[in-house]
Nanobody, 122 residues
Framework: QVQLVESGGGLVQAGASLNLSCVAT????????MGWFRRTHGNEREFLVA????????SITDPVKGRFTISRDNAKNTLYLRMTSLKPEDTAVYYC???????????????WGQGTQVTVSS
């Protein structure tokens, strides 16, 4: 079981960049594939990016392709999301999540952080 805590959100202007972090405590971070999701008001969680347990491969959704990058440091039990060229429509609560089997669907992730708010002003 792992516990996840995100940080790095905030208020930025359109075009800016932000780096989100997700620190895992508990056991076995390096055994989990990880993902980043986001949720806007009243909507379901939207898949953004996922990375395999060893960081060897990843998947990304089209709306953020070329702007967002996922990475992980298993020695530090930390997952990262680098976001560039931010747009107002990127405004959301961002969540990291862990799954024992690589997946893209939110319902396949077992552990979730509490989320961090990202607000992009125009």
């Amino acid at each position: 079981q792992v516990q996840l805590v995100e940080s790095g959100g905030g208020l930025v202007q359109a075009g800016a960049s932000l780096n989100l972090s997700c620190v895992a405590t508990g056991r076995g971070f390096s055994n989990y594939a990880m993902g980043w999701f986001r949720r806007t008001h009243g909507n379901e969680r939207e898949f953004l990016v996922a990375i395999s347990s060893d960081g060897g491969f990843s998947s990304i959704t089209d709306p953020v392709k070329g702007r967002f990058t996922i990475s992980r440091d298993n020695a530090k039990n930390t997952l990262y999301l680098r976001m560039t060229s931010l747009k107002p429509e990127d405004t959301a609560v961002y969540y990291c999540a862990a799954t024992a089997r690589y997946a893209l669907g939110a319902d396949q992730y077992e552990y979730w952080g509490q989320g961090t708010q990202v607000t992009v002003s125009s």
